[in-house]
């Protein structure tokens, strides 16, 4: 059984390969050609977690499943907030053949279906990019979505002001952008084309009033129902489209409160990303329309990257 730490999943799994490889398995997840189960969470307290998600390429392709645990203080310990393995099986044998490193993997995925998402359904002119909350997501976030637009500018918030300058250092100096810390969360949002929520909040963070004509929206952060980044405004002024609208229909927490509120019905998550990407629905209908990509992170994804890199290793 072959072993891929984080490193090599580092070194590898770029955003070049990355990118096109989340796009792809979202196409077929929305095709019904993979085979998954919604995630299963267990509480640990503090808002830790332990998750085991399950699932399958295909009928006979590999695999397999994301055993994960989320422990938000590590990122004041200067260490990842996810852990965990990535483990894959031969679709023709059955037999596991390896395991990745589920935390980087995770990290780069994730912020890679974001940039897939920002392409189909923000405005081909967006240049402004707007991040709520500095960890891990907010550095990866910003590399992936500057492969897919050219960004002009760069505002990160979150609670901690020397954090968030520490985050909007690294990325100017990383991706050679203007990047700036705003005071507060309205300011970061406002006038952005694009806006991306990776924090752990459990209360909403980002208004709908906030939002300008146009633009896209990734609700990132909360992965199951509870926490929520937006308020229900941002809900209800938005064309709301899914990773996977079975798991936003039971796990979608920002959709689930609106949904509690009376302000909306099942039928407000129009659809998946992989619908849009096929062709087969409508993503962005107007430049004054506001878009909504919520992500819940997929197994499909996981499997896709831990397949490619096992591959590569295999040549």
């Given amino acids: ?55 399958a390429l295909g009928e006979r392709a590999v695999f397999g499943a994301k055993l994960i645990s989320v422990f938000p203080e590590n990122f004041a310990k200067g260490v990842q907030s996810h852990q965990g393995v990535v483990v ?18 995770t990290a780069i995925r994730t912020a890679a279906a974001s940039a897939v998402a920002t392409d189909a359904l923000a405005r081909p002119e967006a240049r402004r990019l707007a991040i709520l ?24 918030w979150g609670r901690s002001p020397e954090r968030a300058a520490a985050a909007a250092r690294r990325l100017e100096r990383e991706l050679r952008i203007p990047s700036f810390a705003a005071p507060a969360a309205r ?25 300008a004509p146009g633009a896209h929206v ?19 002024r938005a064309r709301f489209i899914a990773d996977s609208r079975e798991g936003v229909l039971a796990q979608g927490a920002e959709f689930l409160r609106a949904k509690a509120a009376g302000l909306v019905d099942d039928s407000h998550v129009v659809g998946e990303i992989g619908q849009v990407l096929a062709g087969d629905l409508p993503g962005r209908q107007s430049a004054d329309q506001v878009t909504v990509y919520k992500s819940l ?17 295999q040549q």
């Fill in 187 to 211: 300011q970061a949002v406002q006038g952005a084309d694009i806006v991306t929520t990776v924090s752990g909040a459990s209360e909403p963070i980002l208004e709908g009033a906030w939002l």
């Fill in 297 to 313: 992170g997929h197994i499909v994804q996981d499997l896709a990257a831990a397949q490619a890199l096992y591959n590569q290793g």
């Fill in 88 to 105: 894959l099986f031969d679709g023709e044998s059955g037999v596991p053949v390896c395991v990745a490193h589920a935390g980087e993997i």
């Fill in 133 to 156: 909350g500095y960890g891990e997501q907010a550095i990866t976030h910003a590399h992936a979505i500057s492969r897919v637009r050219r960004l002009e500018a760069i505002t990160i």
């Fill in 1 to 55: 059984m072959r072993v891929i730490d984080q490193d090599e999943v580092r070194r590898r799994l770029t955003y070049e390969v990355c990118i096109p490889l989340v796009r792809d398995a979202m196409v077929a997840l929305s095709r019904g050609q993979t085979r998954q189960l919604l995630r299963a969470i267990i509480p640990l307290g503090d808002g830790r977690m332990f998750g085991v998600m399950p699932g």
């Fill in 218 to 236: 990734n609700l990132v952060g909360s992965s199951y129902a509870g926490p929520s980044e937006a308020d229900h405004e941002v809900v209800t």
